[in-house]
């Protein structure tokens, strides 16, 4: 039976019962925990939702009468509370705006008196390694606020656990437990990070630095999120010499070599498959894919590009046939354009298509997370897709013949799951959209699915569309589709 695969965020902190001795004031009253109640979308049966569940989490106050939290702590709610660290009262509160690339929401609370007496935290700087930082937050395994010192080991580019997201993080020694998510972390008064995800087993924990909060707010002044734009290619290193030669780079010259550029991505037509990218805005671009972001540190090129936002102009200096040359790139599109298969979604109701009880999906980490461990129980060609598959003109999704609801119609095709669907009345599915479109627009005496094996369904047309309505009463299925495929 498959079972809906939980993460484990959260850094933690022991507890401690004054500020710390590198504090200048007192900032509990800033503090904030957090009580969630959210209700996820079953994937596995996209019409219907897996019930109510609970989460805490914590959080600060900020400039504006604004909450900062993490955004997997108010991911998918339904109703939000919060209380100030020592207070006994709980608030309603409401989701202003949710970032999920960079792991950030904004409260706003509905009563105004729970701001009174309290004091701003203002955004601080990127801490350097070594600097000690105190970490405010409330762990599992009691109600009270928790602060423990902790250091800075390393600044690096890390994928965030829950959004995929390769973005700029702080690595802290500090042990790990849920609850902590979304606290703030504190040097000299200011907050330089939100804690929001560790290592299981380890003391290791990671925040999220003061450049993404105060890219995530600068971004949000407008009252919408868009994130850190993306370059959409597929690139590798240069560090072995041989390839370095093969391109007929000089001792002087570092960078990465463009392999392709995917369909969405703003790139095409501008840089070529072989082009070399030397450099973006000045920054020169070493072998290993890294650029210095301050003396002494490195961390990946797209850093460059994750400091602009949406329908920014970067300028890249490339190698191309042995001339060097600079182009311009207006960044039209998110971060992760060029996935095939998308990182897991939140906030939003899953698309789905029924037809002749055979229900039909895109391929997403949502639907791969129905089976428990699903890293190693998936499907390992689904599997496939999503850690390989590559965006391409002809295709843009993976289609899945997730299942088929047994009915009289549909005999001898009961056991039919999980397969990619190719063709639907010999028409190339490259999205859902694809798959309504071939069905709908068909006027022929038969459906026929064909699967990415070369395996076929075939449906008698009229017989369809006499039992479907049937099929979906019988399995208590509301709408054939879901709302973004309405006709």
């Avoid at 026929?448 to 019988?474: A, C, F, M, P, Q």
Wanted: aromatic share 10%; proline share 4%.
């Amino acid at each position: 039976m498959k079972a809906f695969s939980k993460l484990i965020l959260g850094v933690i902190l022991s507890c401690a019962i004054a500020p710390p001795v590198w504090a200048k004031r007192d900032i509990r009253d800033a503090v904030v925990k957090i009580y969630a109640v959210y209700n996820r979308y079953d994937y596995d049966e996209p019409w219907k939702m897996w019930g109510q569940e609970r989460r805490s989490g914590s959080g600060c106050i900020i400039s504006g009468r604004r909450v900062l939290t993490s955004a997997h702590v108010v991911g998918n709610q339904t109703f939000i509370q919060v209380r100030r660290a020592g207070e006994a009262k709980k608030y309603i509160a409401d989701i202003h705006i949710v970032g999920h690339e960079c792991d950030l929401a904004i409260l706003r609370v509905r009563d105004d008196s729970f701001f009174s007496g309290v004091e701003a935290i203002e955004i601080g700087d990127l801490p350097k390694v070594n600097d000690t930082v105190a970490v405010f937050g409330f762990p599992k395994g009691g109600d009270k606020l928790c602060i423990t010192g902790g250091v800075v080991s390393r600044i690096e580019h890390r994928k965030y656990a829950h959004s995929g997201a390769r973005l700029l993080t702080c690595q802290i020694d500090a042990a790990i437990n849920p609850g902590s998510s979304g606290g703030p972390v504190i040097k000299d008064d200011k907050l330089v990070g939100v804690a929001f995800q560790g290592l299981s087993g380890e003391n290791i924990g990671y925040m999220v630095p003061a450049p993404v909060i105060t890219y995530f707010l600068e971004d949000i002044t407008d009252g919408t999120y868009d994130g850190p734009p993306g370059l959409g290619i597929s690139w590798q290193k240069m560090e072995n010499p041989d390839l370095r030669l093969k391109y007929e780079m000089t001792e002087n010259q570092t960078g990465v070599l463009v392999n392709k550029t995917y369909p969405d991505s703003p790139a095409r037509g501008v840089l070529r498959p072989e082009d070399i990218i030397l450099s973006v805005d000045g920054k020169n671009v070493e072998n290993d894919g890294t650029v210095e972001f301050r003396k002494g540190e490195r961390t990946f090129f797209g850093y460059q590009l994750q400091k602009k936002f949406i329908n920014d102009t970067t300028h890249f200096e490339i190698l191309r046939e042995k001339n060097v040359l600079g182009v311009e790139i207006t960044l039209s599109k998110p971060m992760n354009c060029g996935r095939l298969v998308p990182y897991e979604q939140y906030d939003v109701a899953p698309t789905y298509y029924i037809l002749g009880g055979l229900v039909f999906e895109p391929l997403t980490l949502n639907y791969l997370k129905t089976w428990k461990e699903w890293y190693l129980n998936a499907p390992s060609n689904l599997l496939n897709y999503y850690y390989y598959g590559e965006p391409t003109d002809d295709r843009g999704e993976i289609v899945v013949l997730v299942k088929v609801l047994a009915d009289e119609l549909n005999t001898g095709y009961h056991d039919w799951e999980d397969r990619v669907v190719s063709y639907v009345n010999g028409k190339k599915i490259s999205a859902m959209k694809d798959l309504a479109g071939a069905f709908e627009e068909h006027e022929g005496k038969y459906y026929t699915i064909v699967d990415e094996g070369g395996y076929k369904i075939v449906l008698d047309k009229n017989r369809v569309e006499e039992h479907s309505k049937r099929i979906l009463k019988k399995y208590k299925i509301d709408s054939d589709r879901s709302k973004d495929l309405a006709r």
